[in-house]
């Protein structure tokens, strides 16, 4: 099955900072999302982006659909962004694959 | 009501015991999802509904799993004879429209906080 790739799998950052999360994955994929689960587990859908740029406040999101990864950036980074987030591609056989997350602690 | 809401938040079950978890989803939400996420296997995806239609089973991890959708809303997710390896978090979502897009993928999904099942 398809293989997704998250880097780094920890993160540590001073507040303000500004970062960049990856996520690979080894087949062609229909559809790639991001996601944040909070201290508290709570997921929180953050981008829908099978393609091209997004930006949502603070957070934005590439994918390169034809290289095959997604990048998330957060900038000027705030406690409250602390979690793990996830990256889940999707093909087009009801099937969905998550990568093990990159776990973000941002320190005040 | 507001968002997706899963009843019981924590199960605690004797290895064997049926379970069946609850997901409510947004109202006017079409399509509603189950996954798991366990410490071993990260986040899986499990099934998905899109209104009354018949859903894809493949996800399943054995036939011990089931899932119903009774008009077309609320969700029920069974697991016969539990097993210690069933201990995970069970976590619902719903989202709007069509669940496969035109271009074949899955719309936004707004999660449930999750049923925490310990199987003991």
């Known amino acids: 099955g398809i293989q997704v790739e998250q880097s780094p799998p920890d993160l540590i950052l001073q507040e303000g900072a500004n970062s960049t999360l990856r996520c690979n994955f080894s087949?062609?994929?229909?559809?790639l999302q991001w996601f944040h689960q909070n201290p508290w587990g709570q997921l929180i859908n953050l981008f829908y982006?099978?393609?091209g740029t997004k930006q949502n406040g603070r957070l934005s999101a590439t994918t390169v659909a034809t290289e095959r990864y997604s990048l998330l950036y957060i900038s000027s980074s705030q406690t409250t962004d602390s979690g793990v987030y996830f990256c889940a591609v999707e093909r087009g056989n009801n099937d969905m694959r998550f990568g093990a997350g990159t776990r973000l602690t941002v320190k005040p | 009501g507001a968002g997706v809401s899963q009843s019981p938040s924590n199960k605690v079950t004797e290895k064997g015991k049926d379970v069946e978890l609850r997901c409510d989803p947004i109202?006017?939400?079409?399509?509603l999802y189950w996954y798991r996420q366990s410490l071993g296997q990260g986040l899986e995806f499990l099934i998905y509904?899109?209104?009354?239609?018949?859903?894809?089973k493949s996800g399943l991890p054995s036939d011990r799993f089931s899932a119903e959708r009774t008009g077309g809303s609320v969700s029920t997710l069974t697991i016969q004879r539990t097993q210690q390896e069933d201990s995970a978090v069970y976590l619902c979502?719903?989202?709007?429209?069509?669940?496969?897009?035109?271009?074949?993928?899955?719309?936004?999904?707004?999660f449930g906080p999750g049923t925490r099942l310990t199987v003991l």
């Open positions: 979502a719903s989202s709007l429209g069509q669940g496969l897009r035109a271009s074949g993928g899955f719309n936004e999904q707004f």
């Open positions: 109202s006017g939400h079409t399509a």
């Open positions: 982006i099978p393609s």
């Open positions: 087949d062609s994929v229909n559809n």
């Open positions: 509904f899109q209104g009354n239609s018949a859903p894809d």
